[in-house]
């Protein structure tokens, strides 16, 4: 486990694309796993500015994406699909054959997490899998529960997921209750994982995360037993940290 404290988000950012461009120039056609959310906005503005300056080239990089909306079009202006290509895919000059998120209109829910599944599995995994991180300590939207589930599924959000949610949306609109989301197995199969995680309201679930018990209760904590995993926290989403625990720990 490698832990970057930085001074605020603008840091945060920088690092986390320096992590995400170095991939892709070592390995050009990379499979990127991808994350929505506020967080990774920044990452992507550094990333497209990169771009524009022929730092970087996305033509041979693959991306899947962690979740979606079950029930929102790609052209609904709340669903992740265009929520990429609104913050990077339509900036770059990555191919849209090689971009890949759950369909949020599918009929059926478990034939669309198979094909999901096999796209993954067809792409030979993933190289650098993105994450933020819920205040439940969900990843993706494997929320809390008994077990961890491990390929693609349909899930229920929770409660506090819906509420942390429906800022993003306009008034009036309704959240959905339902996501199709990447399983626990898959993001920890990915050959890299990077966490990104920002704001004061995210101090103790990063810390429950990094030094409590590994627990379905807390998605993210199985986080830990992944050999190459990286955190990188501005100063409030890091004050909570003890890294004297993390050391003992392992």
């Given at each position: 486990m490698h832990i970057y404290k930085v001074k605020d988000y603008k840091e945060l950012s920088r690092k986390a694309a320096n992590i995400v461009s170095a991939q892709i120039i070592l390995k050009p056609d990379s499979v990127l796993g991808l994350a929505t959310g506020s967080t990774p906005i920044g990452i992507y503005k550094q990333l497209i500015e990169w771009y524009k300056k022929k730092d970087l080239d996305f033509n041979d990089v693959k991306s899947v994406n962690l979740d979606e909306y079950k029930g929102l079009s790609p052209e609904n202006k709340q669903s992740y699909h265009y929520f990429m290509n609104e913050n990077l895919f339509r900036h770059v000059n990555i191919k849209p054959e090689n971009t890949n998120l759950p369909d949020g209109m599918a009929d059926d829910a478990l034939s669309e997490c198979n094909r999901f599944n096999k796209?993954?599995?067809?792409?030979?995994?993933?190289d650098l899998q993105i994450l933020g991180l819920g205040h439940n300590g969900h990843i993706?939207?494997?929320?809390?529960?008994d077990t961890f589930v491990k390929g693609t599924h349909c899930v229920a959000l929770t409660k506090s997921t819906l509420e942390a949610n429906a800022r993003l949306f306009e008034a009036g609109e309704t959240v959905p209750e339902y996501a199709?989301?990447?399983?626990?197995?898959t993001i920890m199969l990915a050959k890299k994982i990077l966490l990104v995680v920002s704001g004061s309201d995210k101090a103790k679930i990063l810390?429950?995360?990094?030094?409590?018990?590994?627990?379905?209760?807390v998605p993210a904590s199985i986080l830990q037993m992944h050999t190459d995993f990286?955190?990188?926290?501005?100063?409030?989403?890091a004050e909570l940290i003890d890294e004297k625990n993390i050391n003992e720990k392992f």
């Open positions: 796209v993954i599995e067809q792409l030979g995994g993933i993706g939207f494997n929320e809390p529960g199709f989301t990447m399983g626990i197995k810390s429950e995360v990094l030094t409590g018990p590994i627990t379905p209760q990286t955190v990188i926290a501005d100063s409030q989403a």
